[in-house]
């Protein structure tokens, strides 16, 4: 899925808006519906809920502050069968996803069943990574300014997501020696 470069400083501050955000700009494709109001989208918020291992009061509160943000520019509900609620219909801010984006692999991030932080952190490593290696050499102290975390809590995130096999350690050495 294609993620817009601002979502990694404009979604910081909370990790559920950033893995909210993320999932609806994820059904996003060539197919989508686009009106005067942005991408139209269609999901149920416990279904993103589940996409993203939060609760569904969380995905609520995630959709108010995006919309307050201007990233969800509307949204409706229509009536489901038998009276039912259906699914609520998202329209999403369009952003110009042919450049300033970011590739994250869909199918990894979202069977890994990461938590919110652990997405937006594997989302970081996504955006600095290389695309013809694959790989990021910053150290812990500048992924603990980008990221806002403790370099301890980096640590541990990134441990997290080796034992997930979402990323790889590899040691290098430079040429001096270190």
Do not use: W
């Amino acid at each position: 899925m294609r993620i817009p470069n601002s979502f990694i400083t404009d979604l910081r501050s909370n990790y559920t808006d950033f893995a909210v955000a993320c999932k609806l700009y994820s059904l996003v494709s060539s197919h989508t519906k686009r009106s005067s109001n942005g991408y139209e989208v269609c999901i149920k918020q416990e279904t993103i809920a589940a996409s993203c291992k939060c609760s569904v009061s969380s995905v609520k509160r995630s959709v108010c502050r995006l919309e307050e943000m201007g990233i969800i520019t509307h949204k409706y509900r229509l009536d489901g069968s038998e009276g039912r609620l259906g699914a609520y219909h998202y329209a999403l801010k369009p952003y110009d996803l042919s450049k300033n984006y970011f590739y994250i692999n869909n199918r990894k991030a979202y069977s890994a069943e990461l938590s919110p932080k652990l997405f937006y952190v594997y989302a970081v490593f996504c955006k600095l990574m290389c695309n013809d290696i694959a790989r990021f050499y910053q150290s812990l102290n500048d992924l603990s300014a980008l990221i806002r975390l403790s370099r301890a809590e980096v640590s541990k995130v990134i441990a997290l997501l080796i034992d997930r096999s979402m990323v790889r350690k590899q040691l290098k050495r430079t040429r001096a020696g270190d």
